[in-house]
């Protein structure tokens, strides 16, 4: 593994710098700043991709269609992503990736202005952009170990996750407003901004990842020894399924099907629907602050479960309610405990898992992201039938139960919560 071996700067020896000791390293901080200005961009990207489709689809099975879309093409690509950013330069990947990404959302930006498109073409071109995404995933976090020294790869991995969903915290509302003034089309527009971003720092960094002498074998075979190194290490195990219970059932409803709740459950325009988004996006600033600046990151499998199930009780709570302000409090604690599950089962993947199989087990997490956006369309025609506001609290119950049950009945839960990572 290729990592920086400078000496740290007396500056970062005390104060604030010391508690965030991976942003020394240059090309680390690089592509940090430039992942941190492209999330903000991703923001209107984001509401716009909602807003746009909910407007041509006008149900939720429709609407649910687009995590169909998104996850499919991630479902085919990303175990090939992540045997990819295990034997390729791992920056000249994220260049092709990004490349990518820019053409196909330009494309869609401008068919969008001239009314050019309909939901079908729409549907083909998001599906391209995901495809991509299932690469850039992958390889973005294989990166980082060749980036920062073993000893702060956790402080990378939660600056890394704070760059990407602390945009939420501020930039909703200005995302709402752009789609109010300059329509979903301009909005889309503005997202570009991020991809050139990402570039531009891609471009500038000196780093070279290596490629792995493994990475010299057949890629389906790459493919098989990826799953094998996850399947025989019960941590590793353990950090999946419950990126799968909450992504599978928690977060189609965040991602996919919140257009339809904010508007039809709660009676929010576009406008008020990012705000609540703000809400959410404060609550992922308490946990990123937080552990982003900690000298040292321990528990990391507690944090783990506390994370997942306070993500469901706060998403029953929000369920439950029509009052907007317990539904913002509640909104603002899911962010909380999301980004803290998030940080705290990235980190410990990082940590765990060899350099030379990061990027197919990343992709392994990215193959259950897929999964995740795909339920997006069930869950939104069993909204259409039952009705979303049963639907959401049941869901919000299973997935209370389905996380918090394991850790109650079997020991090696309990061990994998108790278990801190491997020197």
């Known amino acids: 593994m290729t990592a920086s071996t400078a000496k740290v700067p007396t500056r970062w020896d005390s104060g604030l710098l010391s508690r965030v000791p991976a942003l020394q390293h240059r090309d680390f901080r690089i592509l940090w700043f430039g992942m941190f200005f492209s999330s903000g961009t991703m923001m209107f990207q984001f509401y716009a991709q909602g807003w746009f489709i909910l407007g041509l689809a006008g149900t939720a099975g429709l609407l649910g269609m687009l995590g169909v879309v998104r996850g499919t093409g991630m479902l085919i690509f990303s175990l090939y992503g992540g045997a990819l950013a295990d034997r390729m330069d791992r920056r ?76 939420y915290a501020f930039l909703p509302p200005f995302a709402g407003i752009a789609i109010e003034t300059i329509g979903t089309g301009g909005a889309f527009a503005v997202s570009l901004l991020g991809h050139a971003a990402v570039i531009i720092a891609l471009l500038m960094m000196k780093t070279r990842a290596t490629i792995p002498l493994a990475g010299r074998e057949p890629l389906p075979k790459a493919v098989a020894a990826g799953i094998r190194y996850a399947a025989q290490r019960q941590q590793v195990l353990w950090i999946l399924s419950y990126g799968f219970f909450v992504g599978a059932l928690g977060f189609p409803i965040i991602s996919t099907l919140a257009p339809y709740w904010m508007k039809n459950e709660l009676g929010l ?73 998030m940080i705290a089962s990235t980190s410990l993947l990082q940590v765990i898992v060899a350099n030379q199989y990061i990027g197919r087990v990343t992709s392994l997490r990215t193959l259950s992201s897929a999964l995740n956006q795909l339920t997006a369309a069930p869950l939104g025609a069993a909204g259409d039938l039952v009705g979303m506001s049963k639907l959401v609290p049941g869901i919000a119950s299973l997935l209370a139960f389905l996380v918090i049950g394991p850790p109650l009945l079997w020991t090696a839960a309990r061990d994998f919560a108790r278990r801190e990572p491997e020197s």
Do not use: C, K
């Open 92 to 167: 000249r990947l994220l260049i092709v990736t990004q490349s990518m990404a820019l053409v196909i959302y330009g494309v869609l930006s401008a068919l969008i202005i001239m009314d050019r498109i309909s939901l079908w073409p729409a549907f083909a071109l998001i599906f391209l952009s995901a495809s991509a995404e299932s690469v850039d995933g992958p390889a973005r976090q294989a990166l980082i170990p060749h980036l920062v020294p073993r000893e702060h790869l956790p402080n990378a991995i939660s600056l890394f996750i704070a760059a990407q969903i602390s945009a």
């Open 269 to 341: 325009d576009a406008s008020s629907w990012t705000l609540m988004g703000w809400a959410w996006g404060g609550g992922t600033v308490v946990s990123t602050i937080f552990l982003s600046t900690r000298r040292t990151f321990t528990h990391l499998g507690p944090t783990v479960l506390v994370g997942s199930a306070g993500f469901a009780l706060t998403l029953l709570v929000f369920g439950l309610t029509r009052n907007i302000t317990v539904a913002a409090i509640a909104w603002s604690l899911n962010g909380t405990f999301f980004s803290a599950n």
